[in-house]
């Protein structure tokens, strides 16, 4: 029983690439969420999916898009990428009985 | 809108000492709170939800919906309880997605 599995953990882009995260969970979890995470700044909502098929935007949607290609998989593109994008990414999925299980995290560096 | 706040970023203790993590909140209706823990560069674990009332690794949080806190305490830190603590909050209001805090940093010098 892997949870939430994101990919890859670490990440380097030039200002202007594109590149996909991806985010799995295995635990048939409705809702799935995509966080970034800042110093001083806490967890910032991006967007999340309530179900399959749904997605939404949150608190700082701007320069990303998302995919919830299926109940498991949910996917956070940046299609051009920008310094200020340089954070680490957490992919969550909701506990039925409250709070989120979170992945590892994706660590991107915008140069 | 709902809003946690965090007012330490960083809280430096002794080991033994006792370390208390302030978390206040703003919500129209019943929230439900939570704490993160995060060890270095590791995944936010689920260390304290409020609706349970349990105590993990010595941690205990007491929701005070009068002075909407709910603040983390443990009497005796332990060197391995270094890490940054989130507060969260949850509610119907807010879709029942997590709103987080800003996060402390705790730091236990031996």
């Known amino acids: 029983n892997a949870g939430v599995t994101q990919t890859p953990k670490f990440q380097v882009l030039k200002t202007g690439q594109s590149m996909t995260l991806q985010c799995a969970q295995d635990?048939?979890?409705?809702?799935m969420y995509w966080y970034r995470q800042d110093p001083g700044m806490g967890l910032r909502l991006i967007y999340y999916?309530?179900?399959?098929?749904?997605?939404d935007k949150g608190e700082v949607p701007n320069g990303y898009n998302v995919s919830r290609l299926n109940k498991r998989e949910f996917s956070l593109r940046l299609e051009s990428a920008a310094p200020s994008q340089t954070s680490v990414y957490f992919c969550?999925?909701?506990?039925?009985?409250?709070?989120?299980?979170f992945g590892s995290g994706t660590r991107l560096t915008v140069v | 809108a709902q809003r946690v706040t965090q007012p330490e970023k960083l809280l430096s203790v002794f080991k033994g000492a006792p370390v208390e993590l302030k978390c206040n909140y703003s919500?129209?209706?019943?929230?439900?709170l939570f704490w993160y823990v995060q060890y270095s560069r590791q995944r936010l674990q689920l260390l304290l939800r409020?609706?349970s009332r349990e105590s993990i690794k010595g941690f205990t949080a007491d929701l005070n919906k009068g002075e909407t806190s709910f603040h983390l305490k443990k009497p005796f830190a332990q060197e391995e309880d270094s890490a940054m603590y989130y507060c969260?909050?949850?509610?119907?209001?807010?879709?029942?997605?997590?709103?987080f805090g800003g996060g402390t940093r705790v730091l236990v010098k031996p």
């Open positions: 969550a999925s909701d506990r039925p009985e409250g709070g989120y299980t």
């Open positions: 999916s309530a179900s399959e098929g749904t997605t």
């Open positions: 635990m048939n979890h409705n809702s």
């Open positions: 919500y129209s209706g019943s929230p439900e």
């Open positions: 969260a909050l949850s509610g119907w209001a807010a879709g029942n997605k997590l709103t």
């Open positions: 409020h609706i």
